[in-house]
């Protein structure tokens, strides 16, 4: 397994003191990915770009491909980090309180932490799902998207 060099320039830019030597998610969890069927690929052997503002079908270029082109990429990740924005200071205070005795502020305040993670993940997911099925409808309307069910791919890693 490959682990993606840090760039900890830019990391000392972002967030000075702060540096987290992790290699991306799709590098520690690489198996585990390959193994989950991410993507759906059509007869045709064309996929839907996971991009949910574009649901867009084109043919993959590279064997992990999940975005049909850079500016979905780039659309997505600038969604992740401002999901992780959101979530970062409650997955803190869960992490240094999560043992915290029943009964004090520190458990209650964890107790909370949770449950605005919880409501950020499923609001996150809802508004993925819908925004999906919006761009569906809008390539189905302009006919350049199949109709019918699609087969799960073989290797469906994220990028």
Known sequence: MTVAPLDTARAHRVAPGAVLNLEPFSSFAH??????????VDADGMLSCVQPDCARQFKPR??????CCAACKRADTAEFRAVGLKAARPLLVW?????????????????????????????????RKGRTAAALKRQWSRG????????????????
Do not use: D, F, I
Request: net charge positive; charged share 20%; with cysteine.
């Open 62 to 67: 590279l064997q992990n491909q999940t975005y």
């Open 144 to 159: 350049r998207v199949a109709r019918g069910p699609a087969k799960p791919t073989q290797k469906g890693v994220l990028s």
């Open 95 to 127: 992490r240094t309180y999560r043992y915290a005795k029943a009964g004090t502020p520190e458990k209650a305040l964890c107790g909370r932490a949770m449950a605005y993670l919880n409501r950020l993940q499923s609001g996150w997911l809802n508004s």
């Open 31 to 40: 198996l585990e990915l390959a193994a989950v069927q991410c993507t759906a």
